[in-house]
């Protein structure tokens, strides 16, 4: 297991950051690939399908939004905990984590499963069996939602001490199980019968499943947070305190992005179940950036966590300079694939052309910001690593509002259905250019304040 961490506070910092970056990265293309391969599918279904599936995957996001929660606090106060050398506390906030992510799923869960009528009834979409179809992947997807908030704390755990290789590798074997069953129970083979969009949620889960199996038997090895591990030890007060202290602003940042998109689908379901299926399948085309910044951010959070309890300031500084620059790579490359390639990206999903030409619209409007969205999450990753989440979650949460009068006024000013995509563009650049700022007169208080008085 030790060849599998990088060295935080001592290697040379590009090569560090980038070793844990790009199993991260690698990671977020798999999930990516998750739900490309499920909308490769369902595609195959058509639109109606696309819609149902879709609408109630905002459920699924909303979902994330609370299991940030104890993955931010845990990731974050493990980190610090890690880079201070207090391997007992980082233990004790591991534990804490995950009871937290365990106890909200479940709840979660119910709420998913009991309330799928007026859950998906709050969309407004029109036909019954696409309706019918919405509930029935919600009732899934998201009551079992349980083994999605176990993975994604357990990967954040072991991020934070400096082991990427792990999520990425167990996140690989569960696509590959995806894929094979996707069709499987989809559309049925032998004597398994033709399940459509429930097969797919299906076949989700039990992916999702089994890298949870993988996961436990991985963290058994690692001994700085899971040695003599018990899932219903007590937690010391205080660690559960200070997980919610950090986690809580970013739930909330994400529960409200994620509540703000659903209104934005409501408002997209207005011009018709066809503009439903082109918003879904351009944000999955668009996921090839956005995950891979779930990466950037992941990475910097904990390089940063481990620097900051270490009080390595010039570390900190030299790192976000460092995933910056990576960022903007990534950033421009994938804005030049969206722009150029817009119509066979979104065409190996839905053939029929009015989707088509509405998915080009799509892509190369939100092409535009690929980079300035890449900045605010890493520059997000960087503000957490250092335990501060409030301004960061400020700033995200008033500009994501502001995307709701931004796209009725753009919609009636003429622009129509993509006057919604430039709301999400426009917005996206001021908050990567704020955030951006923002942090480095974070950073530039800190190294002052750091520095030995005269």
Same mark, same amino acid.
């Given at each position: 297991?030790?060849?599998?961490?990088?060295?935080?506070?001592?290697?040379?910092?590009?090569?560090?950051?980038?070793?844990?970056?790009?199993?991260?990265?690698?990671?977020?293309?798999?999930?990516?690939?998750?739900?490309?391969?499920?909308?490769?599918?369902?595609?195959?279904?058509?639109?109606?399908?696309?819609?149902?599936?879709?609408?109630?995957?905002?459920?699924?996001?909303?979902?994330?939004?609370?299991?940030?929660?104890?993955?931010?606090?845990?990731?974050?106060?493990?980190?610090?905990?890690?880079?201070?050398?207090?391997?007992?506390?980082?233990?004790?906030?591991?534990?804490?984590?995950?009871?937290?992510?365990?106890?909200?799923?479940?709840?979660?869960?119910?709420?998913?499963?009991?309330?799928?009528?007026?859950?998906?009834?709050?969309?407004?979409?029109?036909?019954?069996?696409?309706?019918?179809?919405?509930?029935?992947?919600?009732?899934?997807?998201?009551?079992?939602?349980?083994?999605?908030? !176990?993975?994604? =704390? #357990? /990967?954040? %755990?072991?991020?934070?001490? $400096? @082991?990427?290789?792990?999520?990425? *590798?167990?996140?690989?074997?569960?696509?590959?199980?995806?894929?094979?069953?996707?069709?499987?129970?989809?559309?049925?083979?032998?004597?398994?019968?033709?399940?459509?969009?429930?097969?797919?949620?299906?076949?989700?889960?039990?992916?999702?499943?089994?890298?949870?199996?993988?996961?436990?038997?991985?963290?058994?090895?690692?001994?700085?947070?899971?040695?003599?591990?018990?899932?219903?030890?007590?937690?010391?007060?205080?660690?559960?305190?200070?997980?919610?202290?950090?986690?809580?602003?970013?739930?909330?940042?994400?529960?409200?992005?994620?509540? !703000?998109?659903? =209104? #934005? /689908?409501? %408002?997209?379901?207005?011009? $018709? @179940?066809?503009?439903?299926?082109? *918003?879904?399948?351009?944000?999955?085309?668009?996921?090839?950036?956005?995950?891979?910044?779930?990466?950037?951010?992941?990475?910097?959070?904990?390089?940063?966590?481990?620097?900051?309890?270490?009080?390595?300031?010039?570390?900190?500084?030299?790192?976000?300079?460092?995933?910056?620059?990576?960022?903007?790579?990534?950033?421009?490359?994938?804005?030049?694939?969206?722009?150029?390639?817009?119509?066979?990206?979104?065409?190996?999903?839905?053939?029929?052309?009015?989707?088509?030409?509405?998915?080009?619209?799509?892509?190369?409007?939100?092409?535009?910001?690929?980079?300035?969205? #890449? /900045?605010?999450?890493?520059?997000?990753?960087?503000?957490?690593?250092?335990?501060?989440?409030?301004?960061?979650?400020?700033?995200?949460?008033?500009?994501?509002?502001?995307?709701?009068?931004?796209?009725?006024?753009?919609?009636?000013?003429?622009?129509?259905?993509?006057?919604?995509?430039?709301?999400?563009?426009?917005?996206?650049?001021?908050?990567?250019?704020?955030?951006?700022?923002?942090?480095?007169?974070?950073?530039?208080?800190?190294?002052?304040?750091?520095?030995?008085?005269?």
């Amino acid at each position: 297991m030790g060849k599998r961490k990088v060295d935080l506070l001592n290697e040379e910092i590009l090569p560090a950051l980038t070793k844990l970056a790009v199993p991260i990265m690698a990671t977020s293309l798999v999930q990516m690939l998750y739900n490309l391969t499920d909308m490769a599918w369902i595609g195959r279904l058509g639109p109606g399908a696309v819609t149902a599936v879709g609408s109630a995957s905002m459920y699924c996001w909303l979902s994330r939004g609370i299991a940030i929660l104890p993955k931010t606090g845990g990731q974050v106060m493990a980190a610090q905990s890690l880079g201070a050398g207090e391997e007992r506390e980082a233990s004790h906030y591991a534990r804490g984590a995950i009871q937290t992510g365990v106890l909200l799923a479940v709840l979660f869960g119910a709420v998913s499963f009991f309330g799928a009528r007026p859950l998906i009834g709050f969309f407004g979409l029109h036909d019954p069996g696409i309706i019918e179809d919405a509930r029935a992947y919600l009732r899934i997807a998201c009551g079992l939602i349980l083994f999605s908030y !176990i993975n994604a =704390i #357990l /990967t954040g %755990l072991l991020t934070a001490a $400096g @082991d990427s290789r792990t999520p990425f *590798q167990v996140n690989v074997a569960g696509l590959v199980l995806n894929v094979i069953l996707d069709p499987v129970l989809i559309f049925g083979i032998g004597p398994v019968p033709a399940l459509g969009v429930r097969g797919a949620a299906l076949a989700t889960i039990l992916a999702q499943a089994m890298v949870s199996f993988l996961f436990i038997g991985a963290v058994r090895q690692e001994k700085q947070l899971f040695s003599g591990f018990s899932l219903f030890e007590p937690v010391p007060g205080r660690c559960l305190k200070e997980i919610v202290r950090i986690g809580f602003p970013a739930s909330v940042q994400n529960l409200i992005y994620a509540g !703000i998109s659903m =209104i #934005l /689908t409501r %408002l997209v379901a207005g011009w $018709g @179940d066809m503009a439903v299926a082109v *918003q879904r399948v351009g944000s999955q085309v668009e996921s090839i950036s956005w995950m891979v910044g779930d990466g950037f951010a992941a990475a910097i959070n904990s390089f940063t966590g481990q620097n900051f309890g270490a009080r390595q300031m010039k570390r900190v500084k030299q790192g976000f300079h460092s995933a910056m620059f990576m960022t903007a790579v990534w950033g421009l490359f994938t804005t030049a694939l969206l722009i150029f390639l817009a119509r066979p990206l979104f065409s190996i999903f839905i053939q029929e052309e009015t989707a088509v030409a509405g998915g080009v619209e799509y892509l190369h409007i939100l092409g535009l910001s690929q980079l300035f969205m #890449l /900045t605010e999450q890493t520059a997000i990753g960087a503000f957490s690593g250092l335990g501060k989440t409030a301004w960061p979650s400020c700033v995200n949460i008033t500009l994501t509002s502001l995307r709701i009068p931004l796209a009725v006024s753009l919609s009636a000013a003429g622009l129509g259905l993509n006057g919604i995509w430039w709301a999400l563009t426009l917005s996206s650049i001021a908050k990567g250019c704020v955030l951006f700022v923002s942090f480095l007169i974070c950073l530039r208080f800190l190294t002052k304040k750091s520095q030995p008085a005269p």
